[in-house]
């Protein structure tokens, strides 16, 4: 055989693809992925039972009275009041979720569609204020509604935003008022 012929017997081309290592990896990849979330909810459980010394959140009284103040827009979350980063996960606190609040002379009835709704009476408000961030969620500074409220020992806040931002004002001006009466009355 001539040479020109050995040499073309000679030259394969490579492999296009090795199956059987991309199918291990990609195993491989989607078995830690779902590692992680297993570990994330663990965890996420795991902070609802530090959190069991919390009661069950009050429900809203059959007659609330009439609304003082309207507001739909989301429900970013509750913290520990003062402590931004330590969310509070028991009894659904923790969901994020469509919101639509109620302000009355009772106090705050919070309605969330696909999470657990609840109320807080208004002689456990303490304060309103406008931030920028709470467990999770940055905002522009003043892009955030935060109502501090008393419930089992601890204080907690709680962050809302509108959907409309120029209600925040308004909202801290009739909850503070609202918590000076009540401060006044205990």
């Known amino acids: 055989m001539t040479p020109v012929i050995l040499l073309a017997e000679a030259r394969k081309s490579a492999d296009v693809t090795d199956w059987p290592a991309r199918i291990g ?8 992925i779902a590692l992680v979330y297993w570990l994330m909810r663990e965890g996420w459980k795991w902070r609802g039972t530090l959190q069991g010394d919390i009661p069950e959140l009050p429900t809203a009284p059959d007659e609330p009275g009439e609304a003082r103040l309207t507001m739909s827009g989301r429900y970013h979350g509750s913290t520990t009041a003062g402590q931004w980063l330590d969310r509070i996960v028991a009894h659904g606190l923790g969901t994020r979720s469509r919101v639509e609040l109620t302000l009355t002379d009772a106090g705050l009835e919070v309605e ?14 303490r304060e309103a204020r406008l931030d920028k961030g709470i467990a999770g969620k940055v905002l522009t500074e003043g892009g955030l509604l935060v109502l501090t409220w008393a ?11 509108s959907d409309r931002a120029a209600e925040h004002t308004e909202w801290v001006d009739t909850l503070n008022q609202m918590t000076d009466k009540t401060e006044g009355a205990r």
């Open 25 to 32: 990896w990609l195993v491989g990849l989607v078995l830690f």
């Open 151 to 161: 419930h089992g020992g601890r204080l907690i806040d709680s962050g809302f935003r």
């Open 112 to 125: 969330r569609p696909g999470a657990a709704d609840f109320f807080v009476p208004a002689a456990a408000l």
